[in-house]
């Protein structure tokens, strides 16, 4: 089992920035894959952007050159660095890890809102 706790979400306005965290706890050595997955009201949970053990990452075309991922293996972390931030991220953001074995886990969730 893999617990996952995520910090940074609030509300900012439009072009700030905001820094999410997730850190995770438990049977941390499985860790493959870690991210950041995001769910606006009525719309489906979409990929935001995830980092491979070794640093590699992808993102989501519509957060490309705004969204910076990155993760801290030491620490069991994963940052999320959101720069330039529109209406459209509003969403609750999730933090997700694939282990090894092929399971996901997800976190509780964090909102973020940028006004207009």
């Known amino acids: 089992q893999v617990q996952l706790v995520e910090t940074g979400g609030g509300l900012v306005q439009t072009g700030e920035s905001l820094r999410l965290s997730c850190a995770a706890s438990g049977s941390v050595s499985s860790i493959n894959v870690m991210g950041w997955y995001r769910q606006a009201p009525g719309k489906p949970r979409e990929l935001v952007a995830t980092?491979?053990?070794?640093?590699?990452?992808n993102y989501a075309d519509s957060v490309k050159g705004r969204f910076t991922g990155s993760r801290d293996n030491a620490k069991n972390t994963v940052y999320l660095q959101m720069n330039s931030l529109k209406p459209e991220d509003t969403a609750v953001y999730y933090c997700?890890?694939?282990?090894?074995?092929?399971?996901?886990?997800w976190g509780q969730g964090t909102q973020v809102t940028v006004s207009s």
């Open positions: 980092i491979s053990t070794g640093g590699t990452t």
């Open positions: 997700n890890v694939l282990t090894h074995w092929g399971t996901y886990y």
